[in-house]
């Protein structure tokens, strides 16, 4: 009997100990930074709202927006935003990536966007890797900032922000330029800068295109900015 006890008691010893020891969480360890490290792109975005080939569509707007206060712009309204990004300025420059993300004109009393916008790259070093800004735009402010929350692959733990400047707009054609800082854990592109320089070129009309509700049997396999209708 007395054998059983001691037995029992070393095995409720034994099981206490395994207990200790499968904790679901592990021990702190002080936490070593590595070297922050700045990172230079040089790129222009390139956006379209009107023709057959747009690259930012409205697929809602507020129920409440009556006729009689619609504007280009109306609060509560959300696009989808697919844009290319190309080297230089011009057509027929060569595309690096693209802008996806969503816009929110969410400025009650004034014309700002509040943007989800990751910006990926689809050729050369950065191939695969991607920064994401997540900030309120200030669409006719001639200077405004944006904030860079994240990024993809190379550009992991990226952290800064964007500051935006109206380069060019004549009605139809906008250019903005801008001056970002990005830090992270990925090697400079270029040695002794450390400020991203972007340009912004945007085909901006008053006629844009809403998404009505998609059927499944939508003609684009994507349903991107299908079944469009001009903004009456």
Same mark, same amino acid.
């Given at each position: 009997m007395r054998g059983t006890l001691t037995l029992t008691w070393i095995l409720m010893v034994c099981l206490s100990q395994v207990a200790v020891q499968s904790q679901y969480y592990s021990e702190s360890l002080p936490y070593d930074p590595r070297p922050v490290k700045v990172t230079n792109l040089h790129f222009f975005l390139h956006e379209t709202l009107r023709g057959k080939n747009p690259t930012v569509v409205?697929?809602? !707007? +507020?129920?409440?927006?009556?006729?009689?206060?619609?504007?280009?712009v /109306?609060?509560?309204?959300?696009?989808? &935003?697919?844009? /290319? @990004?190309?080297?230089?300025?011009?057509?027929?420059?060569?595309v690096i990536g693209n802008a996806l993300g @969503?816009? &929110?004109?969410?400025?009650?009393?004034?014309?700002?966007?509040?943007?989800? @916008?990751? *910006?990926? *790259?689809? $050729?050369?070093? *950065? %191939?695969? =890797?991607s920064i994401s800004i997540f900030s309120r735009n200030p669409l006719i402010e001639t200077e405004r900032e944006l904030s860079v929350v994240?990024?993809?692959?190379? *550009?992991?733990? +990226?952290?800064?922000? +964007?500051?935006?400047?109206?380069?060019?707009?004549?009605? $139809?054609t906008v250019i903005i330029e801008y001056n970002v800082t990005k830090n992270g854990e990925t090697d400079d592109i270029c040695a002794g800068n450390d400020i991203l320089?972007?340009?912004?070129?945007?085909?901006? =009309? %008053? $006629?844009?295109? /809403?998404? !009505?509700? !998609?059927? &499944? =049997?939508a003609s684009s396999s994507t349903m991107f900015s299908a079944e469009k209708t001009p903004v009456q």
């Open positions: 409205m697929v809602a !707007q +507020a129920n409440n927006t009556s006729n009689d206060n619609y504007s280009s /109306p609060f509560g309204t959300l696009y989808v &935003i697919d844009d /290319p @990004l190309k080297i230089g300025p011009g057509d027929n420059s060569e @969503l816009g &929110i004109l969410a400025g009650k009393n004034s014309t700002t966007m509040v943007m989800y @916008l990751d *910006f990926g *790259f689809t $050729t050369g070093k *950065f %191939k695969g =890797s994240g990024g993809r692959g190379e *550009f992991r733990m +990226a952290e800064g922000y +964007a500051r935006l400047k109206n380069y060019f707009f004549d009605g $139809t320089h972007c340009h912004s070129t945007g085909y901006y =009309s %008053k $006629t844009a295109t /809403p998404v !009505q509700r !998609q059927p &499944i =049997s």
